[in-house]
T-cell receptor, first 112, second 117 residues
Framework: AQSVTQLGSHVSVSEGALVLLRCNYS??????LFWYVQYPNQGLQLLLK??????LVKGINGFEAEYKKSEPSFHLTKPSAHMSDAAEYFCAVSVRGNQFYFGTGTSLTVIP | DTGVSQNPRHKITKRGQNVTFRCDPISEHNRLYWYRQTLGQGPEFLTY????????KSRLLSDRFSAERPKGSFSTLEIQRTEQGDSAMYLC???????????????FGPGTRLLVL
């Protein structure tokens, strides 16, 4: 069975500070991993994904995530937070190429 | 590319009524997915289509729920005899599945927010 745990339903950072959103998962087979962002009243937008190869994945808007099989985790980071990063972030895992399992989300607040 | 569109964006109905939502995927996409998202939760998979064939359904999809994609383009999700517990955001996503890509990207629509009174 697959599951996704996002630690911290709410994260606040100061503008310009490091953003770290945590995602741990369990999977019986090697997974595909994703981070999506959701702005108010909008659909989910893909930030980045890991399928195979390099474990450090770079996405849009300066975000990146590292796949660590040993933990297992897929934490999302950004070196310097911007006000426009305030949104809900979802980690997701897929093991059969179609069905996605999402975490409960982390709401990111950026303090000016 | 106009993206995935969903209609209506909001629906308020009384318990026991039937409702139908529509999803128009990105035109060349062959896969279409339905998810349900309740407050404070991530999206939960309901069902998906490859072209017009419904290939998988979640246990969350009770017999009051039915989805169709008759011509392999737009899809409808119908809920019969709605219950208050059906209140949620219903999200649609589409993707282009090809043999050369390990995991296709799912593109999401803005969702339909359902409130059952």
């Amino acid at each position: 069975a697959q599951s996704v745990t996002q630690l911290g339903s709410h994260v606040s950072v100061s503008e310009g500070a490091l953003v770290l959103l945590r995602c741990n998962y369990s999977s019986s087979v090697p997974p595909y991993l994703f981070w999506y962002v959701q702005y108010p009243n909008q659909g989910l937008q893909l930030l980045l994904k890991y399928t195979t190869g390099a474990t450090l994945v770079k996405g849009i808007n300066g975000f990146e995530a590292e796949y660590k099989k040993s933990e297992p985790s897929f934490h999302l980071t950004k070196p310097s937070a911007h006000m426009s990063d305030a949104a809900e972030y979802f980690c997701a895992v897929s093991v059969r190429g179609n069905q996605f399992y999402f975490g409960t989300g982390t709401s990111l607040t950026v303090i000016p | 590319d106009t993206g995935v569109s969903q209609n209506p964006r909001h629906k308020i109905t009384k318990r026991g009524q039937n409702v139908t939502f529509r999803c128009d995927p990105i035109s060349e996409h062959n896969r279409l997915y339905w998810y349900r998202q309740t407050l404070g939760q991530g999206p939960e998979f309901l069902t998906y289509f490859q072209n017009e064939a419904q290939l998988e359904k979640s246990r969350l999809l009770s017999d009051r729920f039915s989805a169709e994609r008759p011509k392999g383009s737009f899809s409808t999700l119908e809920i019969q005899r709605t219950e208050q517990g059906d209140s949620a955001m219903y999200l649609c996503a589409s993707s282009l599945a090809s043999s050369g890509e390990l995991q296709e990207t799912q593109y999401f629509g803005p969702g339909t927010r359902l409130l059952v009174l």
